[in-house]
Every structure is written in C-alpha cells, then in structure tokens.
C-alpha cells in the first residue's frame, strides 16, 4: 500500500493505494538501435550589409505584406512590415530613420521570433 496527499481545486485528499492481482511486470523491450540522422540543412542566412541595423520579428507569425523595398528611406516609426500572429494584424517600424539595406522576407512567409526581416543602412 502507498499513501499519497493529492490536492484538487485547492482541496486536500488524503489516498491510499493498494496493488493488487498477481500481474506479471511486463518484459522489458529490446533495445531499439539508434542511429544519427542527419542534421537538417539550415537555409542559408541572409546577407546583412556591414554597419545596417537588423530589424526582427518581436514574435512568431506570417508575413502579410512588405511595406518597403531595397535602397527606399525610412523614418523612424514607419511600418516596414506587416505580420499576423495570434489572427491579429502586427506593424513592425523602423526602429530609426535610415535606408533599406535588405529584405530577407518574402509575403506568406512564416517567420519565428528573432528572425531577420529587413536591415536598414
């Protein structure tokens, strides 16, 4: 017999358990031989120019749209891309004035939080 104190919406019970019938424990399994696979090819980083700032997804989602393109100015606070997350519409700004440097997204893109979405220059 074993006894155990469980706790259901905040109220304490005190349970003793009893093994019984004479059951056979179960045979162990045989070893499963294990074999390396192979590491998944990483897609290869995009390119960020020296000296840009990096601008990153702040949480997991799809891209709905590019707002700018390569070489065009920004001011700080614009939107650069549009991300839904959690079926909500998210602005992701430029966190200052600058220029586009690269575009690592494309629309429809699912992207994790920390991903590269654009740098700018």
Do not use: C, F, H, W
């Not at 650069?80 to 600058?98: C, F, Q, S, T, Y």
């Amino acid at each position: 017999m074993k006894n155990y104190r469980i706790t259901v919406n905040g109220k304490t019970y005190e349970v003793t358990v009893e093994e019984t019938g004479a059951a056979a424990p179960a045979a162990p399994a045989a070893p499963v031989a294990q074999t390396a696979a192979p590491a998944p090819a990483s897609p290869a980083a995009p390119s960020v120019p020296a000296g840009a700032e990096k601008v990153t997804a702040p949480m997991p989602g799809t891209v709905l749209a590019v707002k700018v393109s390569v070489g065009q100015s920004v001011k700080k606070g614009e939107t650069v891309v549009l991300l839904e997350a959690m079926k909500m519409e998210n602005e992701i700004p430029a966190p200052r004035d600058g220029v586009v440097a690269s575009i690592a997204v494309n629309k429809g893109a699912s992207v994790q939080s920390g991903d590269l979405l654009i740098s700018l220059k």
